[in-house]
């Protein structure tokens, strides 16, 4: 059994200044932003503090360690075989796909995501103006899964690329590896380029299997450039740092045409804390997933008991839940009524795809008592 992770305090959280805990005044309790709630890997802090003492806060070089630690990582999580020479840096994933996708699409061109998802997949099509194709998960009760045949019209109507979300936020949706192949084989089939942003993959639980996109098939390889980060799973996101990964020599070829700045925008910290992450992170990994798998439960019980109208399905990973909360009537916007009337900040759904304004999403990478007061806060609301 991994040890179990304890949450910083409330007060000592409120001293933090990341946007989760700089973005509202003390008196509303935060679950947005997906940020954890827990101290860092030890092996981290003492590879930061290292850097501090040495005065070694320069630029980004070459960062050997990192690729060589991710390709260990990938190998020994999810069996999944890549040479340390196919993984490129980049500042952050956000950044990195931005790239990928200058580096294969013009203006105008059509990008498909499928909603609702993670919102800044809109801000990064908006940013480098590519036109967005809609193509909705498909919902069975509350699981969310892939739309095979709404994804192949799409491709056949002329999408150049597809960014997936694999394993899905907000929905906690891990695909399998024959829906990873489908795509694969359709994206062959019609020329589509497969961006797969993993950067959840390693908070996946127990009870589901995480397939990467590249390891999928050889098709999937030929097809897909996958961007990720230890940012979310280790809590890192501030100290910028991600990984693009590609298998396929024409793909590579293209990837090598990016700027070099694409590299150098990424933080000494962040490329140091990744490596380390990935070589020395498991044990506190476990530790956060079996905290994390205790918190997803405990969501379940607290929403059964005290407001069974919200409808959630427990996520095969991370530490977000999509909550339909529709059936309480709270009008247009419902995470505003929480925020004005409990005090209690949520996503709101509609910034995950137009159709989706009756959700919320809360993250329950924090403290049972956070969790708990969240509940109530919502029970006071109504
Ligand atoms: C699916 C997904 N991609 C990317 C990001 C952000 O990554 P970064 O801060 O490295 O751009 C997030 C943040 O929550 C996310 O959920």
Not at 5 to 18: G, M, N, P, T
Not at 109 to 122: G, Q
Not at 148 to 168: D, M, Q, S, T
Not at 180 to 190: F, S
């Amino acid at each position: 059994m991994s040890e179990k992770v304890i949450a910083d305090s409330l007060a000592q959280l409120q001293k933090r200044s990341s946007s989760k805990w700089r973005f509202y005044p003390s008196d509303i309790l935060p679950l947005p932003v997906a940020e954890m709630d827990f101290q860092i890997a030890e092996p981290i802090k003492a590879a930061l503090h290292d850097l501090v003492e040495r005065s070694d806060t320069g630029y980004l070089g070459p960062i050997p360690e990192l690729k060589e630690n991710f390709a260990g990582f990938a190998n020994r999580k999810w069996n999944w075989n890549l040479d340390p020479e196919q993984v490129r840096i980049a500042c952050d994933v956000g950044v990195g796909v931005i790239e990928v996708l200058r580096t294969f699409m013009s203006v105008g061109d059509k990008l498909m995501i499928n909603t609702p998802v993670y919102n800044n997949f809109f801000t990064w099509i908006n940013e480098i103006k590519l036109t967005k194709v809609e193509v909705p998960l498909k919902r069975e009760g509350m699981h969310f899964t892939l739309d095979l045949l709404g994804i192949e019209a799409a491709y056949k109507a002329g999408v150049k690329a597809h960014l997936l979300c694999n394993p899905h936020n907000p929905v906690g949706t891990v695909y399998t590896k024959l829906e990873l192949m489908q795509i694969a084989e359709l994206a062959d089939k019609y020329k589509v380029i497969v961006i797969s942003d993993e950067i959840h993959a390693p908070l996946t639980f127990s009870d589901s299997t995480f397939t990467p996109f590249l390891a999928a098939s050889d098709i999937s390889k030929k097809v897909g450039i996958t961007v990720t980060s230890a940012s979310k799973a280790f809590n890192l996101a501030g100290l910028k740092c991600a990984t693009i990964v590609a298998q396929d020599p024409k793909l590579n070829a293209m990837l090598d045409t990016m700027p070099e700045s694409v590299h150098f925008r990424a933080s000494l910290f962040g490329a140091i804390a990744d490596a380390v992450a990935y070589k020395s992170g498991d044990e506190w990994l476990d530790g956060i997933i079996a905290t994390l798998d205790d918190n997803r439960r405990l969501l379940a019980d607290l929403l059964a008991a005290k407001v069974p109208a919200i409808k959630y399905r427990i996520p095969d990973c991370s530490y977000l839940a999509w909550l339909d909360v529709s059936e309480l009537n709270l009008g247009e916007n419902p995470a505003a009524h929480f925020l004005e009337k409990g005090k209690v900040a949520f996503n709101p759904g509609h910034t995950y795809g137009a159709d989706y304004s009756q959700f919320i999403r809360l993250n329950f990478g924090t403290s049972p008592e956070i969790i708990t007061d969240s509940i109530g806060r919502i029970l006071n609301s109504l």
